[in-house]
């Protein structure tokens, strides 16, 4: 593969050592090119990067820098089974609502900034559905952005499901910007 058009690089080993794969596109299943993943360079773009095959299993949102080792990515182990790219958005508006019920339900709140506790600011943890209107977010499942990532593009989600939540339990969200 190009130098010039690689985008990420995944090592098998901590601090960019040992077997690697370049990539420079969307791939659903990883497996063939290493066996565990325990450094990432990213060198353009945001990453998604999954736990398992399909875009499934637990989401790491990636920007440009080195992570040595997958504790940086706030990595639960070593296993990267798939991966997406998203080009960086370059919008100045960042707007998305949230529900506290299903289908767009409940309580709503509109949300244009970050937000490190979600508690706070909407008097709930649980966020049932989202409608993302402009820009890229992350949300997090505990306040100040940790625990969990799912990545949120422009879109409806009817229920958490839909992100890809195991429960609908958010502490914080964020955009995601240029960095």
């Not at 402009?134 to 505990?142: A, K, L, T, V």
């Not at 940790?146 to 609908?168: A, H, N, T």
Request: charged share 25%; glycine share 8%.
């Amino acid at each position: 593969m190009s130098k010039f058009l690689t985008q990420i690089i995944f090592y098998e080993d901590r601090n960019f050592q040992g077997r690697h794969h370049e990539c420079s596109t969307d791939c659903a299943d990883l497996s063939s090119y290493f066996s565990r993943c325990n450094s990432i360079r990213v060198e353009s773009d945001w990453w998604v990067v999954y736990e398992k095959p399909n875009y499934m299993g637990y989401q790491y949102v990636l920007s440009r820098g080195e992570y040595p080792d997958y504790q940086r990515w706030m990595g639960f182990n070593d296993n990267i089974r798939s991966c997406r790219t998203y080009p960086y958005y370059r919008g100045r508006s960042y707007r998305m609502k949230i529900y506290e019920r299903p289908d767009f339900g409940g309580q709503m709140m509109e949300f244009t900034d970050d937000c490190p506790s979600v508690y706070d600011r909407f008097r709930s943890r649980d966020i049932h559905s989202c409608h993302v209107m402009d820009g890229y977010w992350n949300f997090y499942e505990q306040p100040n952005y940790r625990g969990r990532q799912y990545f949120m593009r422009p879109g409806e989600y009817r229920r958490f499901s839909d992100w890809g939540g195991i429960s609908s339990s958010i502490g914080s969200f964020r955009r995601m910007r240029d960095i």
